[in-house]
């Protein structure tokens, strides 16, 4: 095929059908694998139509034509393109009452968003389905838990380690080898040995370093990848140690699952989403949860659209702060970048010295690492 075929070819997909009378008078067409490609488009898509035509589209109500359709498209696209492709069929055409039906959920191509629609179904799913659909989750949050939980115990497990090292240790407690990297410089050829300047030692077992932190998650519609990510994080900040975790899910009333925290599945199993958002009540129930103020950090994940008292919530959040609580507003966890979300409630945020930013998850374990160490916060350009 010559470089103008393919390019032609490639704007007869992008155009659909309405290209395709052009196209055949040209003497080109699609060939077969192609024209199947085209039809998987066209089921979502539409045939498109021209001077501001409204573009149809549609898989019908037949089970059986959408589960052939969803193997149609794995067919020909890979599993990222599936995915979206997956999703604007859930959006576009109304296919959620589909996904409560065992079949459906067994031929999809299972990812975050996936989940989110599962989870918002879960009050709807009949029993039949509750099990197909745990398992869809389960493997969404394994994967996850694959990606993300090697580098967060490293990264956390660092910064614990570097706020627990004191410069005035005894003897005992000396860390030669992180002394020597620190006073190379000290080096002295004529005598082959380095004369410290300063010690670095571990801190005594009496007093080491544990952190408490509290995740907040706000559990409307619109946080729902965030809610997943946001569990997994959970789950993985659970298994540390180090690191007492409770796990907080809110809208207008306030849930503590923190009790689930072994199983991210059953925390996701847990959330409502939908509904209001009471962001200040939130607060109010993980402040009674700080017992050491200095030692905790407190993770609000929410687009800051407040349906509670605005004024109570920043004065709580102010009030976290000068006890010494290291305070961390996310406006998202997850790879979508920035959301629609309240800049007026955000900028009273920064002005309180909590700026509110969106953080992806390969972003949150250096997020996590900074509150520990008290220091300034990696916050993403915008």
Same mark, same amino acid.
């Given at each position: 095929?010559?470089?103008? =075929? =393919? ?34 488009? *066209? ?9 501001? =035509? ?52 067994? &031929?999809? =191509? ?13 009050? &709807? ?6 099990? %197909? &659909? ?9 994967? !996850?838990?694959?990606?993300?939980? *090697?580098? %967060? ?114 925390? !996701?199993?847990? %959330? ?111």
């Amino acid at each position: 095929m010559t470089d103008t =075929e =393919e390019r032609l070819r490639r704007w007869r997909l992008v155009l659909g059908g309405a290209a395709a009378a052009g196209a055949e008078s040209g003497g080109w067409s699609l060939g077969s694998r192609d024209a199947a490609m085209d039809r998987t488009l *066209t089921a979502v898509y539409g045939s498109g139509g021209s001077g501001g =035509e409204q573009r149809s589209a549609g898989l019908g109500g037949s089970a059986p034509q959408v589960a052939r359709w969803l193997g149609d498209i794995r067919t020909y696209f890979p599993s990222s393109v599936v995915q979206v492709m997956q999703r604007d069929a859930i959006d576009r055409l109304g296919l959620s009452a589909l996904l409560l039906e065992p079949e459906m959920l067994e &031929a999809v =191509e299972a990812d975050v968003h996936l989940v989110g629609t599962l989870l918002s179904l879960n009050k &709807a799913m009949p029993e039949t389905t509750k099990q %197909t &659909a745990r398992s869809v989750v389960r493997k969404v949050v394994e994967d !996850l838990e694959k990606r993300l939980a *090697t580098r %967060t115990r490293a990264t956390l497990t660092g910064a614990l380690d570097r706020s627990a090292r004191t410069h005035r240790p005894r003897h005992r407690d000396i860390d030669w080898d992180r002394t020597i990297r620190a006073n190379l410089r000290h080096y002295l050829p004529e005598h082959g040995t380095i004369v410290p300047e300063r010690l670095v030692g571990y801190g005594r077992a009496d007093r080491a370093v544990k952190k408490d932190v509290v995740l907040c998650i706000d559990q409307s519609g619109s946080m729902a990848a965030s809610v997943v990510y946001a569990s997994v994080f959970g789950a993985v900040l659970a298994s540390m140690r180090s690191i007492d975790t409770k796990l907080v899910v809110f809208d207008t009333a306030v849930v503590d699952l923190t009790d689930q925290l072994d199983d991210p599945v059953d925390v !996701l199993f847990g %959330t409502q989403l939908g509904g209001g958002t009471d962001i200040n009540r939130a607060l109010a129930y993980c402040e009674s949860l700080i017992t050491r103020p200095a030692e905790t950090v407190v993770v609000l994940i929410s687009d800051l659209y407040e349906g509670g008292i605005r004024d109570g919530m920043l004065k709580r959040v102010a009030a976290m702060k000068a006890a010494g609580v290291q305070f961390v507003a996310l406006l998202a966890l997850s790879d979508e970048g920035a959301p629609s979300y309240d800049r007026e409630h955000a900028a009273a945020l920064a002005a309180l010295g909590a700026p509110a930013f969106a953080c992806t998850p390969d972003l949150f374990p250096e997020i996590m690492a900074a509150a520990i160490q008290k220091r300034p916060l990696p916050v993403p350009e915008t």
